[in-house]
């Protein structure tokens, strides 16, 4: 079987799995990195003299890989869709290729719908049109959500667009970075219509803000008033998503399983033991099924996660020039 | 003055305990005795005898990795009799672990030093701070001192020629666990020919260096990225690792200049001679380990493998004439730092 055979077998696995919970995750997540191994050269480098007897065990891609490197099956000069991390067209952004967004829409919206059941469809998103931004995966996930009105542009927030947007109707679902809806709620802004819901996603990390998150969630609660406060945690490499109401741990969906490990080893580690995060994604066919990241969490035992943040220790470089300070003074910024 | 009581001082650190650090024990008192080794009597004999007027008061911004830089500064501005506060890391630090003792021994040898949090004490004559570019720039906005010297980041990288070079190499990428800006993380192999046999030197050396001195606690975002490279040298090239230590080997196109843990990053450039000499006079580079003759400029230094991380006091601290411009009638730059072979740097002879 070709390349393209072997993965529409795969995909329609997928598809039952997400759509009818069919078939067993262990079992999907081995045939889809064995697929991997087999047709593309960087996990089939990184599988190198590893045995995978589960799914904890896949080798995981790190995140900063898809930087450096074509991760995936799909070759350079393939068509693709390409979902790229934010950064300067100078600073190197990670890529992450799929042949179609079909598994991407199908697990996002599904497990959205799942989670966000009665979302209004009248959609202000403080971000970038998909049409303006093709490789933004979050603007390509919220773009289905319904009828969206996108409030940044190429200089940032438009405050003008965004307030008149969120005046004018009925029930709204505000779609916002953590950092573009601290910057709307310096403006005046007046309480939402009933029934509205606000998703944010996304920290400060990058940015010089005075604002926490609970700061933010705070000040979202009683400026906006919204009916539902609702967070998303997703990545440019992974095509599945975990949501999550107020306070309460993140919920991923079942095709795709977070799971924390030792940062020193790669070991994992058990229920309610913090550690940097990795998940496996079965909707990442195109790229790779199982990614590490450099954030960190706890997997509580009902698969559930609670997010910390970005690993600790980032900073304790001192006066050791790092690779993107480096960039940033070349560009003399 | 108060060269005397600086001397007092400086003993009274080399014959004290340390406390505990994220640096192994052994690794911290390696740090400690190649800082103090620098600032003998007659070295700090020679910088007494040099004219100026003293600032009266300073006050140093210390980074948080290496803790022993501010003890040349410092030994410095205090033999002069500069009153100076000195503004440690607000977060837990190696830095502010030390120097919360050394500077109880200062005041015990009545020299004026005073341990300062961030947004106190007064407006100083002199500020001096190290730390992250974005530090750096914070602080020179609103730096009310009538002359501020700020050091931000910058790297060091290493030329290996032959595995006779590694053990020294090794020492300088080890002492501090790779971190601060004097740490060679990337090496430069320039023989392709060469790189097997200087790959498997520098796991010797560094499985060696783990038995005598070993690693210190990492953070977690450091072991992540040290994994992280591993990955990707194992695709691209080759990764060795052992319990505490590895050796990354990427194509020059993939290279970086981020310090890791006992981690070298080897690479072998496609034309070393101008890879080599580009390296020298990058205004970013803090020094270059090469027994190679070398040209520098734009204030790095050109030194002997093994001397990367034991700068000599006179010299010029990235450009800056730093024992002449902590006078109030001092110069800040030196003359012509861009053409002169600078103190420590290996003299221009025949190339090897």
Redesign the interface.
């Known amino acids: 079987m070709g390349l393209v055979d072997e993965r529409e077998a795969l995909a329609a696995r997928i598809r039952r799995f997400v759509t009818h919970a069919s078939g067993d995750f262990d079992e999907l997540a081995l045939a889809v990195h064995r697929f991997q191994v087999r047709h593309d ?2 996990q089939r ?2 599988a ?1 003299g590893t045995e995978v007897s589960g799914w904890r065990a896949i080798p995981a ?2 995140v ?2 898809f930087k ?2 074509p991760v995936g099956t799909v070759g350079d000069d393939e068509r693709a869709v390409v979902f790229r991390t934010s950064g300067t067209t100078q600073t190197r952004r990670g890529a992450h290729r799929v042949r179609d967004t079909a598994l991407y829409d199908l697990g996002a919206q599904a497990w959205h719908q799942r989670c966000v059941p009665g979302a209004p469809t009248r959609v202000v998103a403080l971000l970038q049109d998909p049409l303006v931004a093709p490789d933004s995966s979050l603007s390509h996930m919220v773009a289905g959500f319904g009828d969206v009105t996108w409030c940044v542009g190429a200089d940032g927030l438009d405050a003008r667009v965004a307030l008149e947007a969120l005046t004018h109707g009925g029930p709204v679902y505000v779609c916002a970075t953590a950092f573009a809806l601290a910057e709307l709620l310096e403006r005046e802004v007046s309480p939402l219509p009933a029934g509205s819901v606000v998703m944010v996603t996304g920290g400060f990390k990058g940015r010089r803000t005075d604002l926490s998150e609970a700061g933010l969630y705070a000040r979202i609660h009683g400026t906006l008033a919204p009916e539902r406060l609702i967070r998303e945690y997703g990545m440019t490499e992974l095509s599945s998503q975990l949501w999550a109401h107020g306070d309460a741990p993140y919920r991923p969906p079942p095709w795709l399983r977070p799971l924390a490990v030792d ?2 080893t ?1 070991a994992p580690r058990g229920a309610e033991a913090a550690g ?1 995060l990795r998940f496996v994604d079965l909707c990442n066919l195109d790229s790779a099924v199982a990614i ?1 990241t ?1 954030d ?1 969490g706890v997997v509580h035992a009902d698969g559930s996660l609670t997010l910390m943040g ?14 993107e ?2 960039q ?2 070349r560009e003399g910024r | 003055m108060s060269w005397g009581a600086v001397h007092g001082w400086l003993t009274s650190i080399a014959g004290s305990s340390l406390p505990e650090m994220d640096l192994s024990p052994p690794g911290a008192l390696a740090a400690r005795d190649a800082a103090l080794a620098a600032l003998s009597p007659e070295v700090l004999g020679r910088v007494a005898s040099l004219g100026g007027t003293p600032f009266q008061s300073a006050r140093f911004v210390a980074a948080r990795t290496v803790f022993t830089a501010p003890l040349e500064w410092l030994a410095v501005l205090l033999g002069r009799g500069t009153t100076v506060e000195l503004q440690l890391p607000s977060a837990p630090s190696d830095t502010g672990r030390a120097w919360q003792h050394w500077a109880q021994l200062a005041r015990d040898h009545g020299l004026p030093l005073r341990l300062v949090p961030k947004g106190e004490g007064t407006t100083p004559e002199l500020l001096v701070a190290m730390g992250s570019d974005d530090t750096i720039a914070e602080l020179g906005q609103r730096a009310a001192a009538s002359r501020f010297l700020g050091f931000g980041a910058r790297y060091s990288a290493a030329v290996c020629d032959s595995v006779e070079d590694v053990p020294a190499i090794v020492f300088d990428l080890a002492l501090y666990d790779g971190r601060g800006c004097m740490s060679p993380g990337l090496v430069v192999v320039p023989d392709p020919e060469t790189l097997g046999p200087i790959a498997e030197a520098f796991a010797q050396a560094l499985a060696d260096t783990e038995v005598r001195w070993p690693r210190g606690r990492l953070s977690d975002a450091e072991h992540a990225s040290i994994r992280s490279r591993g990955a990707l040298a194992r695709v691209l090239g080759r990764c060795d690792t052992g319990p505490a230590w590895a050796v990354h080997q990427l194509p020059w196109s993939h290279r970086s200049v981020a310090s890791l843990p006992r981690a070298p990053l080897l690479c072998v450039p496609p034309d070393p001679s101008a890879a080599i000499a580009a390296l020298a006079v990058d205004p970013h580079l803090s020094s270059l380990g090469t027994r190679r003759a070398v040209r520098a400029a734009g204030g790095g230094r050109v030194v002997l493998p093994g001397t990367q991380q034991s700068p000599p006091v006179e010299r010029l601290h990235d450009g800056v004439d730093w024992l002449r411009a902590t006078f109030r009638d001092g110069g800040v730059r030196a003359p012509t730092p861009d053409a002169k072979l600078q103190p420590g740097e290996v003299p221009d002879t025949e190339a090897t």
């Open positions: 050269p960087v480098a990184l190198e891609v790190p900063d890989l450096d490197l940062p020193a790669g940097q590490e450099l960190q970005r690993l600790p220790g980032a900073e304790v470089r001192g006066c050791s020039l790092t690779v300070e480096l940033r003074r």
